[in-house]
């Protein structure tokens, strides 16, 4: 079932912007939108690169994001050819994260995390 650009219209506007990027999105990306949508002040979507993902990457997601985290360097080229102009003045991360876990493995999200707040402000944190 794909999500209508509507939703992302309607969430309340946040400190920042996440995208997570991988390919069929039902694993990884939505194990970072889950992860980070915990966080306060974050708003975080998850999409893929194949035409049969969930949900699948889009010019309006990408102008949405503030920050696009992409798993593999497959997904930042597919990314970056598909949506270049759309893409100036945003930051556009690989993760390096390959396609072994499954959705909310404790160590995938244990690397995403990782991974991805170093690329966030300082203020941002965890709701309890």
């Given at each position: ?15 920042m912007?996440?995208l ?6 039902r ?7 889950e ?15 194949n ?24 997904h930042?080229?597919k ?5 270049k ?13 390959p ?11 244990r ?8 690329h966030?402000?300082s ?6």
């Amino acid at each position: 079932m794909r999500r209508s650009i509507m939703l992302v219209v309607m969430h309340e506007k946040k400190e920042m912007n996440l995208l997570f990027v991988c390919s069929e999105n039902r694993l990884r990306s939505p194990t970072g939108e889950e992860v980070f949508s915990a966080y306060e002040g974050i708003d975080a979507i998850g999409c893929g690169t194949n035409a049969d993902a969930a949900t699948t990457v889009s010019g309006d997601l990408i102008e949405w994001a503030d920050i696009v985290f992409v798993m593999e360097r497959s997904h930042r080229n597919k990314v970056s050819k598909k949506f270049k102009a759309l893409l100036k003045g945003k930051k556009l991360i690989c993760l390096d994260i390959p396609d072994e876990y499954e959705r909310m493995d404790p160590v995938l999200v244990r690397l995403i995390e990782n991974r991805v707040i170093r690329h966030l402000p300082s203020t941002v944190r965890k709701n309890a």
